[in-house]
């Protein structure tokens, strides 16, 4: 079984990726509302901080939890870091033009910013990262 993700189902997996997601996720928001709230930092400034530290524990939870990948972290780091920087540019943007454009609160933005990522992220690394071969 080297090399692959163990034949897990699309629906275990997704239920598994919104756990350890929501994990991810309070640390990242709490990250990200200490910086707005206490060092008055932007929004997507902050987000990108709070995105940025969150996707080391992201990866890790990821990999043992939802993917149960047996992969060469070498392998699957890249991966993973790639699809998540393209997610730290959509989570930033998404956040900047909501908050900067249509003015709404920084926390409504992140929360819809979550959730576009959070389907980019699922995606890419069930058919890229983690893929079963």
Same mark, same amino acid.
């Given at each position: 079984? =080297?090399?692959? !993700?163990?034949?897990?189902? /699309? $629906?275990?997996? &997704? !239920?598994?990726?919104? @756990? *350890?997601? %929501?994990?991810? =996720? +309070?640390?990242?928001? +709490?990250?990200?509302?200490?910086? !707005?709230? #206490? @060092? @008055?930092?932007?929004?997507? $400034?902050?987000?990108? *901080? @709070?995105?940025?530290?969150?996707?080391? #524990?992201?990866?890790?939870?990821?990999?043992?939890?939802?993917?149960?990948?047996?992969?060469?972290?070498?392998? =699957?780091? *890249?991966?993973? &870091? =790639?699809?998540? %920087? !393209?997610?730290?540019? #959509?989570?930033? #943007?998404?956040?900047?033009? +909501?908050?900067?454009? &249509?003015?709404?609160?920084?926390?409504?933005?992140?929360?819809?910013?979550?959730? /576009?990522?959070?389907?980019?992220?699922?995606?890419?690394?069930?058919?890229?990262?983690?893929?079963?071969?």
């Amino acid at each position: 079984m =080297t090399g692959h !993700v163990r034949n897990d189902s /699309i $629906i275990r997996q &997704f !239920v598994s990726f919104l @756990g *350890v997601g %929501g994990i991810a =996720t +309070a640390f990242h928001y +709490a990250i990200y509302i200490a910086l !707005v709230e #206490l @060092g @008055g930092i932007r929004p997507y $400034i902050a987000t990108g *901080v @709070g995105y940025f530290l969150s996707t080391f #524990l992201n990866y890790y939870l990821n990999y043992l939890y939802t993917f149960r990948s047996d992969k060469r972290h070498r392998e =699957t780091m *890249v991966k993973f &870091f =790639t699809i998540a %920087g !393209v997610g730290f540019f #959509l989570n930033s #943007l998404i956040v900047k033009i +909501a908050t900067e454009t &249509f003015l709404l609160n920084y926390i409504i933005a992140q929360l819809g910013a979550t959730g /576009i990522v959070t389907i980019w992220n699922f995606t890419c690394n069930r058919l890229w990262t983690f893929r079963k071969k």
